[in-house]
């Protein structure tokens, strides 16, 4: 079993090895809060041209997590300084770029991508997640089963996941960055899934 971490770290060397430095950097609009913290910063920015999709981005956010059962009391009682991780940065551009192990291929995940708008900006191919998500859903529903979840619950860690993934598909393009770059790494091998999008991530360095 590959352990956490490891495909992110593997997919780093690859591109590293490319020339391409992909680094962490953890961002104030994403965070605990959520949808409401991401509301929260962005009037703090008082920049015009945040309102209209952050505007759009806090409603569909909302309308996730209501689909996923989240408790909403619980964000506004969240940590405003608590920020949440992001896999890997390309600094130069200021991608964001995401890497999805099987946990992260569940039917709440799907629920959350087929609220997404139509015109949704994001760096990856949606109805590729859905089919895998479709695929692995009756092996990864059930993981952490176990554990409580903020906002979701006894049982609820892989809706928090769902949720947490929409929020930075959807917060990170409406912030003003690049969309969020996603790959898949169901089998856990970085270094392949690096292979896999060498393409594309060899002309994002050289952009």
């Known amino acids: 079993r590959v352990a956490p971490g490891d495909a992110q770290s593997a997919f780093a060397r690859a591109a590293a090895e490319d020339g391409i430095v992909l680094g962490s950097e953890r961002f104030d609009w994403l965070g605990e809060q959520g949808h409401v913290g991401l509301e929260r910063v962005a009037k703090a920015r008082r920049d015009p041209a945040l309102v209209g999709p952050v505007t759009a981005a806090v409603a569909q956010l909302g309308a996730i997590y209501a689909r996923l059962e989240g408790d909403i009391s ?92 929409a929020l930075r598909d959807l917060a990170t393009p409406a912030m003003g960055r690049p969309p969020l770059v996603r790959i898949a790494a169901v089998d856990g091998d970085g270094v392949s899934a690096y292979r896999r999008h060498r393409a594309s991530l060899l002309a994002l360095g050289a952009s």
């Open 74 to 165: 619980v964000l506004h009682a969240s940590r405003e300084s608590l920020r949440l991780p992001v896999d890997l940065v390309h600094a130069p551009t200021g991608t964001l770029i995401e890497i999805d192990e099987s946990c992260h291929f569940t039917s709440f995940r799907l629920a959350a991508l087929e609220l997404y708008p139509a015109d949704v900006n994001v760096g990856f191919d949606i109805d590729e997640h859905k089919e895998l998500c479709r695929a692995w859903c009756s092996t990864t529903d059930g993981l952490e089963r176990g554990l409580a979840s903020k906002g979701f619950g006894f049982g609820g860690v892989q809706r928090e996941r769902a949720y947490q993934d």
